[in-house]
C-alpha cells in the first residue's frame, strides 16, 4: 500500500445519514408541540367552546389544538437523516393534519343540528383521522427510536400503536357498521340510531379502554422528546 493513504475501517455513512445537534433540536419541538396538541384538542372539544371569526361564521376553538399538532409536524419535516419511511409518515402526518380542519366545523354543526345525517357521518370521519393520527406519531416514534437503536423503546413504540387499532380503531370501526347497517336495514335517518354515550353497556369500561392507548401515546411522546433533548447533552455528561 502507498504511503499516505489510509484505509478507514469504519463503514461509510451517507452524508443524509447523520444527524446533527440542529436536528435533535428540531425533533425535540416537533414531538413537544404534538404532545401538548393532544390534549389541548381534547380539552377544548369536551367543552365545545367556538371562536367567532366574523358575524357570520364561528371556528371549534379544539381546532386551535389542530394548529398546533400542524406546526409540530411541520417542525418535524425540517429534521433530516431519517429513513425514507420517516418522510412518508411525515407527509400523511401533514394529511391527517389537513382531514382535521376538514372534519372540524361539521361535528361542530352536528352539535347544534344531530339530526343532520352528513354531519353525523363526519363526526365519525373525525374520529378516524384522530386515531390514525395517533397511529402515526407512534409511528415516527419508532423511527427515532429505530436511529438510536433503542430496542426496548422500539417495542414499546409498536405495542402502543397497536393498542390504539385494538383498543380505539376497532370497537369504532364496529360501532360505525353497526349503526350504518342498521339505518340502512331500516330504512331510518342515521341520527336516530346513534345511541346516547351514557346509555351503552359498560361504558365506563369502554372509557378507560379508550384512555389507555391515549395515556401511552403521550408517554411515548413524552419519552421521544426526551430522547432527542439527551442526544444534546456531551456524550461523557450523561
Not at 411525515?90 to 361539521?106: C, N, Q, R
Request: aromatic fraction near 16%; glycine fraction near 6%.
Amino acid at each position: 500500500m502507498d504511503e499516505g493513504v489510509h484505509e478507514s475501517t469504519e463503514p461509510d455513512v451517507p452524508a443524509a445519514q447523520a444527524i446533527e445537534e440542529r436536528d435533535w433540536v428540531l425533533l425535540a419541538m416537533g414531538f413537544t408541540r404534538i404532545l401538548w396538541s393532544i390534549p389541548l384538542g381534547l380539552m377544548l372539544f369536551t367543552g365545545m367552546i367556538s371562536v367567532r371569526l366574523t358575524q357570520f361564521f364561528q371556528l371549534p376553538s379544539y381546532v386551535l389544538g389542530g394548529v398546533l399538532y400542524f406546526w409540530g409536524i411541520i417542525t418535524l419535516t425540517r429534521v433530516h437523516g431519517l429513513s425514507a419511511a420517516w418522510r412518508r409518515f411525515l407527509m400523511l402526518g401533514v394529511f391527517l393534519a389537513f382531514l382535521l380542519f376538514y372534519f372540524g366545523p361539521f361535528v361542530f354543526w352536528w352539535m347544534r343540528r344531530p339530526a343532520t345525517d352528513h354531519f353525523a357521518i363526519n363526526l365519525f370521519g373525525l374520529a378516524f383521522s384522530f386515531i390514525w393520527l395517533l397511529w402515526v406519531v407512534n409511528r415516527l416514534a419508532e423511527e427515532v427510536a429505530a436511529r438510536l437503536g433503542d430496542v426496548v423503546f422500539i417495542i414499546e413504540t409498536r405495542l402502543c400503536r397497536w393498542s390504539v387499532v385494538g383498543f380505539m380503531g376497532l370497537p369504532l370501526l364496529v360501532y360505525t357498521s353497526y349503526v350504518t347497517l342498521s339505518a340502512a336495514r331500516l330504512d331510518q335517518p342515521l341520527s336516530t340510531l346513534i345511541l346516547d354515550l351514557r346509555y351503552i353497556p359498560y361504558i365506563h369500561w369502554i372509557f378507560a379502554a379508550i384512555i389507555l392507548p391515549l395515556t401511552l401515546t403521550l408517554t411515548i411522546l413524552w419519552k421521544t422528546r426526551q430522547c432527542a433533548l439527551r442526544q444534546l447533552v456531551p456524550a461523557g455528561s450523561r
